[in-house]
C-alpha cells in the first residue's frame, strides 16, 4: 500500500503554515547547501477504517482504540468512531451513488484519551463498518485493532484487523477463488463524495476475467464487501488482488474464510519491492505457504532465507523461488520454522525486480487447525502501535534483517486498570526473536504496546495473539509499520528578498 496518504497531506500542509513562511533562497558564496534537515512533528489528522467484521451469529468481535502520547502534539483534539452505511455495490462506474443502509444511532467504542486504550464488545452479523477521525492530540499514532472470534463455521477461530488508514492502491497476495475458500474484499469510503474502485485478480497463468471491468462505486461514507469467487469463473488456490482507486480515497481489506483451517483477514502488503520482509510467523507453524506476484514485465528471482533466532536458514528444496510477470505464485513451504520463531526475507539473486508477497499460516491438527496470514511488511520505523493485547495470549516478534538493532517496548495501562511498563531488547542482526513483552502491573482489560527503533538497523515486527482455549489452535497475526505518528516538514523561515527579484 502507498505510504502517503490524502490525511497526511493536509497534515502537513496544516503543519507547514503554523511553522513559517516558505523561503526561497540562493545557496551561499561557498556553494555549500545551508538547507535544515526537516523537522519531524506530529499529524494533526488521522482517518482509519475498519471492516465489517463478520456475517456469523456466532460472533463476538472486541474493538480497542489506542493514541500513545506524543511530545509536541496539540494539547487540544478528539477522535470519533461512526457507523458506515452498508451500500449495494454499483458495477457501473459512470452510474450512480450506491444506497446505504440504516446506520446504527452509537458505535461500539468511544476513543478516550492519548495514553489510555478504550475496549468496547458487539455481537452478532450486524455489526456495520467504522469510519473515525482524530484531530489533533488523539491523531499522532491513533491505532483502532478489531478482533473477533468465531466459535463455528466457515472462517471459525480469531479473526483480527487493524484499522487502516484510507489509500488508494493495494495489493493482497494470498487470496483464492477455490471452492474451500469464501474471501471477501472489503471497501469501506470515509469521505463525503463518491470513490470508484477498479479490482483486478492475478491467477498462476495471469489475469483472470472478471465482471468489475467497469468499476465498482462505493458511496460516501459506505462499506462494500464483494465475494471474489462471484468477480471471476475461474476457480484459483492463490490469488493476487490489486485494488485501486479512480477517484476519491477507499480503506481496504480481504477476509478469507475457509471451513477447514478457519479465516482471518489479509491486509494490503508493503509496496512492490526487489527485497521484502514477512515477520513473525508462529514457532508452532505446522505449515506455511508463500504467495507471490511481480507486477512489472519481468520475471523475478528471489533467494529464500528464515531470520531464525541464531541467524539466517535457508530452507532445505526452497532456496530460490521464480516469479512469472502478472502470475502469482505459490510455494509450500512446510513446517519452516521448526520449533522456532523465524521471518521469512526475500532478496534478489540477480537483478532487482518489484514483487509483492504474502504467507498463509497454520497452526494446529485435523479439526484444530487454524490459520492467518503474513504480508510482506514495511519496518518499525520511529514508533508502531498494537492496540489489543491480552496477558498470557500476546507474542511480541520482531526481526532485523541487516545490522543489530535496539527497540524499546511500552505497555500502556490496561482499559480497566493497571500502570505502564518499559523494556528495551537488542535484536541481533539477521535474526527473529519472540520478545518477552512486559505487561503493565495490575493489568485489568487488555493493553496496547509501543515500539520504537531506538538505534542500529531497521527493526520489523508483527504480534500474534492466541485464543483463550487452550484446546484451539485459534490465532491471529498483525505486522507492525510505523503508525505514522509524525510527518516531516521542512524548516522555512520568511524570506523578503524573493520579493526584489
Not at 168 to 186: I, L, M, Q, S
Not at 219 to 248: F, Q, Y
Not at 393 to 405: D, F, I, M, V
Not at 410 to 429: C, L, M, N, V
Amino acid at each position: 500500500m502507498k505510504r502517503t496518504t490524502l490525511s497526511l497531506i493536509a497534515g502537513t500542509a496544516a503543519l507547514a503554515a503554523v511553522t513559517g513562511f516558505a523561503a526561497v533562497s540562493t545557496p551561499d558564496a561557498t556553494g555549500a547547501d545551508t538547507a535544515e534537515p526537516a523537522a519531524r512533528l506530529p499529524v494533526e489528522r488521522t482517518t482509519l477504517s475498519c471492516p465489517a467484521p463478520s456475517t456469523s451469529d456466532l460472533a463476538e468481535t472486541a474493538y480497542t482504540s489506542f493514541t500513545p502520547v506524543v511530545k509536541g502534539a496539540d494539547e487540544k483534539g478528539e477522535a470519533a468512531l461512526t457507523t458506515a452505511a452498508a451500500g449495494a455495490a454499483s458495477g457501473d462506474a459512470e452510474g450512480g451513488e450506491a444506497e446505504g443502509g440504516e446506520k446504527p444511532e452509537k458505535p461500539v467504542v468511544q476513543p478516550g484519551a492519548p495514553g489510555v486504550p478504550v475496549a468496547g464488545k458487539t455481537s452478532g452479523a450486524e455489526t456495520p463498518a467504522l469510519i473515525g477521525t482524530a484531530t489533533g492530540s488523539h491523531a499522532p499514532g491513533w491505532t483502532v485493532q478489531q478482533t473477533t472470534e468465531v466459535a463455528a463455521g466457515t472462517g471459525r477461530g480469531l479473526q483480527g484487523v487493524d484499522c487502516a488508514a484510507p489509500d488508494t492502491e493495494f495489493w493482497f497476495p494470498g487470496a483464492a477463488t477455490a471452492a474451500d475458500r469464501t474471501d471477501y474484499v472489503h471497501l469501506t469510503n470515509p469521505d463525503d463524495s463518491a470513490a470508484v474502485v477498479d479490482i483486478e485478480l492475478y491467477g498462476k497463468d495471469g489475469a483472470l476475467k472478471t465482471t468489475v471491468a467497469d468499476g465498482v462505486t462505493v458511496a460516501p461514507h459506505a462499506s462494500e464487501a464483494l465475494l471474489l469467487s462471484t468477480l471471476t469463473d475461474v476457480k484459483e488456490p492463490d490469488v493476487t488482488v490489486h485494488v485501486t482507486v479512480r477517484s476519491g480515497r477507499v480503506g481496504a481489506a480481504v477476509q478469507a474464510l475457509s471451513d477447514k483451517t478457519g479465516g482471518d483477514w489479509l491486509t494490503a502488503a508493503a509496496d512492490p519491492a526487489g527485497e521484502l520482509v514477512l515477520p513473525g510467523i508462529p514457532d508452532d507453524a505446522t505449515a506455511v505457504r508463500l504467495v507471490l506476484f511481480t507486477p512489472g514485465g519481468t520475471d523475478a528471482d528471489l533467494k529464500v532465507r528464515l531470520a531464525s533466532p541464531t541467524g539466517p536458514i535457508t530452507p532445505a528444496g526452497n532456496e530460490t523461488v521464480h516469479v512469472k510477470s502478472g502470475m502469482t505464485t505459490g510455494i509450500d513451504l512446510g513446517e519452516v520454522t521448526r520449533g522456532e520463531a523465524g521471518s521469512l526475507m526475500l532478496t534478489p539473486t540477480g537483478r532487482s525486480v518489484p514483487v509483492v508477497a504474502a504467507v498463509r499460516v497454520v497452526r494446529g491438527e485435523g479439526a484444530e487447525q487454524e490459520s492467518a496470514f503474513i504480508p510482506a511488511a514495511h519496518p518499525v520505523g520511529a514508533r508502531a502501535t498494537s492496540a489489543d493485547n491480552r496477558a498470557k495470549s500476546t507474542t511480541l516478534s520482531l526481526t532485523a534483517p541487516g545490522r543489530a538493532a535496539k527497540v524499546k517496548v511500552t505497555a500502556s495501562a490496561g482499559t480497566e486498570g493497571g500502570t505502564t511498563a518499559t523494556r528495551t531488547y537488542t535484536i541481533k542482526g539477521g535474526t527473529t526473536q519472540d520478545v518477552e513483552a512486559p505487561v503493565p502491573a495490575g493489568l485489568e482489560g487488555t493493553y496496547a504496546l509501543t515500539v520504537e527503533t531506538v538505534s542500529g538497523g531497521p527493526v520489523y515486527g508483527s504480534r500474534t495473539l492466541t485464543g483463550q482455549d487452550d484446546d484451539v489452535a485459534s490465532f491471529t497475526v498483525q505486522t507492525l509499520p510505523d503508525d505514522r505518528g509524525t510527518v516531516a516538514v521542512p524548516n522555512a523561515d520568511e524570506d523578503l528578498a524573493v520579493l526584489q527579484r
